[in-house]
Antibody, heavy 119, light 113 residues
Framework: QVQLVQSGAEVKKPGASVKVSCKAS????????IHWVRQAPGQGLEWMGW????????NYRQKFQGRVTLTTDTSMITAYMELRSLTSDDTAMYYC????????????WGQGTLVTVSS | QSLLTQPPSVSGAPGQRVTISCTGS???????????VHWYQQIAGTAPKLLIY???RRPSGVPDRFSGSKSGTSGSLAITGLQAEDEADYYC???????????FGTGTKVTVL
């Protein structure tokens, strides 16, 4: 079945960087965009950006511009999200999710990766 | 600040019908017929799950107790025959043509009394 499996929880100090991976299975990786969405503790969902695995094209939310980089490794059928200059406000669950496009919604979602930023 | 507004909470007794609104604007939900509303269910401690896509379509496996609609600049999710397992947070999602961003609603907590 179609599945996205993310890397494990991370604890980082302020100012550090984190790189979260998202391994796909069950479908042709390059046919679907991957989005990254985060959720701070007790808060709602926040869209961060997308990447087109076929072309490497990306689009980032303005607030993350310059701090986030989305990449893919098509040979490893894995997407990555790197976030730099971490602060306590970046403490959140980070999700990758597949986008079938054409109004099909986001499906499926990865299980989430908890990133905790603490000194 | 989210561009899609939902009520913070709704509640109902088992078997009742509840609805959740998702209010947007002419730059997102109301921009065109090609801008859709999707709905996600997030049970506590788990990842969100697609519940409704393209305004009113159910993915395979989603009970027909869940239905969606879109009208003007708003979307709506209805749950009929409310069950204890429906207790969760629900989020709407769309696309904002002005910013080029994908946007989520503020989220609604459904409580089964």
């Amino acid at each position: 079945q179609v599945q996205l499996v993310q890397s494990g929880a991370e604890v980082k100090k302020p100012g550090a960087s984190v790189k979260v991976s998202c391994k796909a299975s069950g479908y042709t990786f390059t046919n679907y965009w991957i989005h990254w969405v985060r959720q701070a503790p007790g808060q709602g969902l926040e869209w961060m950006g997308w990447i087109n695995p076929a072309t490497g094209g990306t689009n980032y939310r303005q607030k993350f511009q310059g701090r986030v980089t989305l990449t893919t490794d098509t040979s490893m059928i894995t997407a990555y999200m790197e976030l730099r200059s971490l602060t306590s406000d970046d403490t959140a669950m980070y999700y990758c999710v597949r986008d079938p496009g054409n109004g099909w919604g986001f499906d499926p979602w990865g299980q989430g990766t908890l990133v905790t930023v603490s000194s | 600040q989210s561009l899609l507004t939902q009520p913070p909470s709704v509640s109902g007794a088992p078997g009742q019908r509840v609805t959740i609104s998702c209010t947007g604007s002419s730059s997102n939900i109301g921009a065109s017929a090609q801008v859709h509303v999707h709905w996600y269910q997030q049970i506590a401690g788990t990842a969100p799950k697609l519940l409704i896509y393209s305004n009113d379509r159910r993915p395979s496996g989603v009970p027909d107790r869940f239905s969606g609609s879109k009208s003007g600049t708003s979307g709506s999710l209805a749950i009929t025959g409310l069950q204890a397992e429906d207790e969760a947070d629900y989020y709407c999602q769309s696309y904002d043509t002005l910013s080029g961003y994908y946007v989520f609603g503020t989220g609604t907590k459904v409580t089964v009394l």
